[in-house]
């Protein structure tokens, strides 16, 4: 953790003309009868969770460029992320990986997080890779594969990671399955399907009253002919077949381009089947790149899907935000600060669409002025009211800035420099 006095908005360069923004929106919003105070609230109160796996660099089937003073363990990891909330406010949870980061003994990682102030969010489970000493190999699927023995070892893989999220105090787990096949004729398309939705069956039995199962759909990788699990039609069958306590979660890099995103976002709220997101951009495949990099525009019309869905009181409305991320180049926690400010903007901007006036020109079919009223919103600079948000919960008006100016991933360097950080086998 940093020095609360690095942080203090007071002992910032340009606080003052921070606040001079600050007002300035506030008057600007003013003229759309928005009162900004209550826009900070809003996004006073956004929270979304890191996954662990985005703490150290990332890297492809070509190569991995590691990184200064990369997390060793899951401890480490834990806090870098606790870093991370100090400088946003916004990241109070981790969602976890398991076996990738399985810790020896829960209680003890509990106990950690609890004195580093943070919980744990959705478990993900792994059937996309052979672990040492497995019985049987998940290379043709794992819940969607012929032979029972396999599936019965997938099934008691996902049971474990409840009982690993149960230790940990997390209350949901999310299972994406890179079930699927490489050629036509490979895989029977329907059967596979019905051995997955059996194996989730026996999952969702075992899940406690409180959690939530996330399906998530992806189109292709590594399956490249038909993947199990495919896209968000697939995903939703599989929770509406399984019962109340599973939902969809939408990876936004797992879409084929040109994919209207927040069409499957709003299908999804409307099912009453949107579990949470994995936020993230990409220009072409499942690129991993830091959330609102490449189109913050469609990102914005995500969080405008999700803004207007929780002022109209939509029922069971309660999606689950979660970053999932390769930082292949940039310093994984600067990504990470940098990914928390772009949601935050989306947010923010969605916040101060004019939905009554959007909902007139819809009903007037005034094409020009309805688009108009998303345009505006979307072209707010919103920065001064998420920097106020940020700063209100303790958090800095620049992260990024001060993360450098902080030296801590020179100090982690030194600190870490015994034995490095051994990435799981994939990444
Ligand atoms: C699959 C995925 C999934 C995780 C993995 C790290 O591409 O999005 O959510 O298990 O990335
Ligand atoms: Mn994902």
């Known amino acids: 953790m940093l020095d609360p006095g690095l942080i203090a908005a007071e002992n910032q360069p340009h606080y003052a003309e921070h606040r001079r923004d600050y007002e300035h929106l506030g008057h600007q919003l003013q003229r759309c009868e928005i009162d900004i105070e209550g826009v900070v609230a809003q996004v006073m109160a956004f929270e979304v969770a890191v996954p662990s796996w985005a ?43 398991i076996p990738w980061d399985e810790p020896d003994d829960p209680a003890e990682l509990r106990q950690h997080a609890d004195a580093l102030h943070l919980g744990f969010d959705a478990v993900n489970s792994n059937t996309f890779q052979d672990q040492p000493g497995q019985g049987h190999s998940y290379k043709f699927g794992s819940l969607c594969h012929t032979d029972a023995a396999v599936r019965a070892q997938a099934v008691e893989h996902h049971l474990h990671v409840v009982e690993v999220g149960k230790a ?12 699927g096949s490489n050629y036509p004729g490979q895989m029977h398309l329907r059967k596979s399907f019905e ?36 896209d968000w039609g697939s995903s939703l069958l599989l929770a509406q077949h399984l019962g109340p306590q599973a939902a ?7 879409h084929l381009p040109k994919t209207n995103i927040e069409l499957v976002v709003a299908r999804l709220i409307g099912a009453g089947k949107l579990g949470g997101f994995h936020f993230n951009d990409s220009k072409y495949g499942d690129d991993d790149l830091t959330a609102g990099s490449i189109d913050p525009y469609q990102l914005f019309l995500v969080f405008n899907e999700l803004v207007d869905a929780a002022v109209e009181g939509v029922e ?3 999606p689950a935000y979660m970053i999932d991320q390769s930082h292949n180049l940039k310093d994984p926690i600067e990504a990470l600060l940098q990914t928390v400010e772009a949601l935050q903007r989306a947010y923010a901007q969605a916040l101060v669409v004019d939905r009554a006036a959007l909902s007139d020109y819809q009903d007037q079919n005034d094409v020009l002025m309805a688009e108009g009223a998303l345009t505006q919103a979307y072209q707010t600079d919103v920065a ?17 800035a001060i993360f450098r100016a902080s030296g801590y991933r020179a100090a982690k360097a030194d600190d870490r420099a015994a034995a490095a950080y051994v990435p799981p086998s994939s990444l």
């Open 168 to 179: 940990l105090g997390s209350e949901a787990i999310t299972v994406w399955l890179a079930d």
């Open 248 to 254: 969809c979660l939408v990876d936004l890099g797992h």
């Open 384 to 400: 001064p009211l998420v920097a106020e948000a940020r700063q209100r919960q303790g958090g800095a008006l620049d992260p990024v």
């Open 316 to 318: 069971g409305f309660d």
């Open 55 to 97: 703490l150290g660099t990332g890297g492809t089937r070509f190569g991995r460029f590691a990184g200064p003073g990369e997390p060793r363990d899951v401890f480490e990891k834990m806090e870098d992320i606790a870093l991370v909330h100090q400088l946003t406010g916004a990241t109070p949870r981790v969602s976890l990986h």
């Open 195 to 230: 051995r997955v939705l059996d194996g989730l069956r026996q999952v969702y039995a075992a899940l406690p009253p409180a959690w939530r199962l996330f399906t998530e759909h992806k189109p292709y990788e590594p399956a490249f002919y038909a993947t199990v699990v495919q």
